[in-house]
């Protein structure tokens, strides 16, 4: 796809788990779960491209090959922050004694990575690779491990069996680019008393990109998962247009303080039976009812926001995406009534990225905001994620400014997303045990 470089993760990473062919397992949450709360500061930046083809560590990952200490499980209650732009960004402590690295947030994907190299280059934390050599609790996933297997349920990366017989990995993504490297085990150490167990991760080596994935959706193998999780939640701030000014928004892993005033939905679940080819079984999928500009809601179906037979329109969300996409049927409206509204307006002949076309340029924001209005995206219960038309256009650059919803065709996917960019100024909360996500209105940069 012809997309700017800091936009190229973003509508790739949603996709990494549209693209599964495998079956989802009934989520756990036994009682080790995470009791308390941890608080993450998250951040928001641009990201270099998805990491190409790499080369088997083979010297640190032969040396730790049989490290695997038996761990403790503790309680956790911590809050960090993450900064925004376009991705939300996490800086988390990985191995013993712990290296932080950066991690973009990812509802939508189950592997998580990290940029790992022996004797890591000379870059500040924590944008530095993770050094293997340096971390007492990592260790490496043999061929023999039985995840190392072709279709293994949930499991969604194919893996092989490298020329060291340590197990590998693949992760495709839509533009034909793919991450790759080896499976491991290591741990996240909050503190000396405070740590999660040793967790399967992938351990990727591309210099051109230091940051990794956290990836968090209903698959067995993400963080959220293999934690343990009983909840998660972050709060997106709203973007800032200034050059390096980087919101501050927060995260947490467990109970959330602001929750007794979050409106809940239930996910949309699927049995076996309901399986086929479009359908993202692993993917946090809302009961979404329709769209409204303004004051009219649109004449869109909604079953258009529902999967059919072959799984087309499940409507997701994922704090991985940047934009919101919507299917034809749901765009098509959409921009019709944009162009009814101030068509005049509309950059002719534009299309952002391949996938938006209701951009502008060099307009009056404010004045394209008042004649639009707000965009409200409605929810089962009544529950409602408002977009107010002060916030409906991103700032693309070149003195364009779009709003910010595509063509899921576009990309090859038959599904409709929320972004992150439709997620501003709200706490998102994954209620993993009763199956329910939470919204809250709240002010992001000041959230606690």
């Not at 994620?385 to 038959?414: F, Q, T, W, Y």
Request: charged content about 20%; proline content about 7%.
């Amino acid at each position: 796809m012809a997309l700017c470089q800091h936009n190229v993760l973003f509508l790739l990473l949603f996709l990494s788990s549209l693209f599964s062919f495998s079956t989802q397992e009934k989520a756990q949450h036994r009682n080790d779960s995470f009791s308390g709360s941890l608080s993450f500061p998250l951040k928001t930046t641009r990201l270099g491209s998805i990491p190409n083809a790499s080369a088997t560590f083979r010297d640190s990952l032969l040396s730790n090959a049989r490290r695997n200490p038996r761990l403790k499980t503790a309680s956790y209650n911590y809050k960090l922050s993450f900064q925004y732009t376009m991705a939300l960004i996490v800086s988390l402590p990985i191995g013993t004694p712990p290296q932080t690295k950066e991690m973009v947030l990812d509802t939508g994907s189950q592997l998580s990575w990290i940029q790992c190299h022996k004797k890591a280059p000379k870059l500040p934390p924590p944008t530095a690779p993770f050094d293997p050599s340096l971390s007492s609790t990592f260790s490496v996933l043999p061929c023999t491990h039985p995840i190392c297997k072709p279709r293994v349920p949930d499991f969604t990366l194919p893996t092989t069996c490298d020329q060291n017989r340590l197990c590998h990995y693949s992760y495709f993504y839509a533009d034909g680019t793919f991450a790759e490297g080896n499976l491991v085990r290591e741990k996240f150490t909050f503190s000396r008393s405070v740590s999660t167990p040793p967790f399967i991760l992938g351990c990727a080596k591309d210099p051109s990109d230091t940051k990794g994935i956290l990836g968090m959706n209903l698959g067995r193998l993400s963080f959220a998962s293999q934690a343990k999780l009983a909840k998660f939640s972050y709060c997106v701030p709203t973007r800032q247009t200034k050059p390096g000014s980087f919101p501050t928004g927060s995260f947490y892993l467990g109970n959330n303080p602001n929750s007794q005033w979050f409106k809940y939905v239930d996910l949309l679940t699927f049995h076996e039976s309901q399986r086929s080819p479009n359908l993202d079984p692993l993917a946090f999928t809302l009961p979404m009812q329709g769209i409204r500009i303004g004051a009219k809601k649109l004449s869109i179906p909604p079953t258009v926001f529902r999967p059919d037979s072959s799984g087309s329109g499940q409507t997701m969300i994922d704090s991985g995406s940047d934009f919101t996409f919507l299917v034809d049927e749901a765009y098509n409206t959409v921009r019709d009534e944009v162009v009814r509204l101030i068509g005049p307006k509309i950059k002719r002949g534009y299309v952002y990225a391949g996938v938006a076309d209701m951009c502008f340029q060099n307009a009056n924001t404010a004045e394209i905001g008042r004649l639009v209005g707000d965009m409200v995206f409605e929810l089962d219960k009544g529950v409602e994620i408002v977009a107010p038309k002060e916030r409906i256009l991103a700032d693309v650059g070149g003195g364009v400014h779009c709003l910010a919803i595509g063509r899921s065709n576009m990309l090859g996917a038959a599904s409709n997303i929320i972004g992150n960019f439709h997620q501003q100024n709200y706490w998102v909360e994954f209620d993993l045990v009763r199956r329910r996500v939470g919204f809250g209105k709240a002010d992001c940069t000041r959230s606690v």
